[in-house]
């Protein structure tokens, strides 16, 4: 006989809910999941102590060792749940091994071992990809204390460095026997260190902050290509000394953001771009519209870089030329770097040994 509720439904538009297709297996554990282990563990320790326990009792009355009524009655199930103890006690130190493994190593990480690692490839399912993940977690805090070590390692020795050099000179002042012009030289190598001393500092200062920052706040539109003239001025004694020749081309652009926070950036590379600049060079600046994008290109005619030193140009305290590194701090383009990622822009640095250093820098137009 039809179900004539079940037209009824249909006719009136009711959804109907089908049940061809639906086993009672799918609604079981997916292979490889942690349920699934333990669902799989616990039918094999139930199944084997089931037969293990039916072996013991045929064994027990086929050699008249339950005679009692009473005690054949209790001897299956006492069997059974000795065997299923031995069995759990027994098998479950091989299926929970992987979360004792992982217990014991974030211990170990908790006591600031950032080297330990679990076993991953040999676990499957969701056990395995949670000791993968820890695998990775452990890496990288492994890689921060790494940078974390090698920043106060060279913390230290880039403050102790102006330190050490203004205590000589003071040192030296004290002689009698000094004349004018060794005296002022001296001075005036004081008053450099303490300069170096001080913008490091502000430097230090000013990177922690942005690095703790996520949102650039004091937005304005201002225009870009004004602010690159004005960073051009501002370094005007330090061209002009090196009697370099500037090619600059700067596109009208108007751009929303921080621009207190954005000068850095421009102070900086031309910072550098004229530190590294032979005298009676030439120093290009460009500014573009390139897309929804303005694009900054500042190149000199320095030395230029290899590989290594381009690779890691925008680390901390990395100073590649050894030479100029009494003029700076290795910070610079640091701060560069993070000033650019918070406006969500892009910077890079095309260079090859002799053949100068092109610094691009590209930031997003349109935002509001």
Known sequence: MKNPFKHRAEAGGLPVRREEGHHWWGSLPRRGSFYMTLWTFLCGVLLTAGLMAAAAYGFLVFFGLLVNPFTRTLAMPMLLVVFILMLAAGMGRSKLRPINDLVH???????????????????????????????????????????????????????KTPIVSIRGFAKQLERDDLTDEQRREYLNIIVSESDRLANMASNVLLLSKLENQTIVTDKATFALDEQLRRAILLLEKQWSEKELDLDVDLEEIEFYGNEEMLNHVW?????????????????????????????????????????????????????????????????GLSLVRRIVDLCEGDVAVDSAPGAGSTFTVRLPLGQR
Do not use: C, W, Y
């Not at 204390?145 to 403050?159: A, G, L, P, T, V």
């Not at 005619?301 to 700076?328: I, L, N, Y």
């Open 105 to 159: 190593a974030m211990d170990a990480v908790s006591q600031g071992d950032f080297s330990v690692r679990v076993d991953a490839e040999n676990v499957p399912g969701d056990m395995g990809a949670l000791a993968s993940s820890f695998n990775d977690m452990a890496s990288e805090l492994g890689g921060l204390e790494m940078f974390r070590k090698d920043f106060i390692n060279n913390f230290s020795h880039e403050f």
């Open 267 to 331: 102070v900086n590379l031309l910072g550098n771009a004229v530190k590294f600049s032979p005298r009676g060079g030439t120093l290009s600046v460009r500014l573009r519209r390139e897309g929804d994008m303005a694009v900054a290109r500042l190149r000199d005619e320095g030395p230029g870089m290899d590989e290594e030193t381009r690779r890691r140009v925008f680390e901390k305290f990395f100073q590649g030329d050894t030479a100029h590194a009494t003029e700076g701090n290795g910070l």
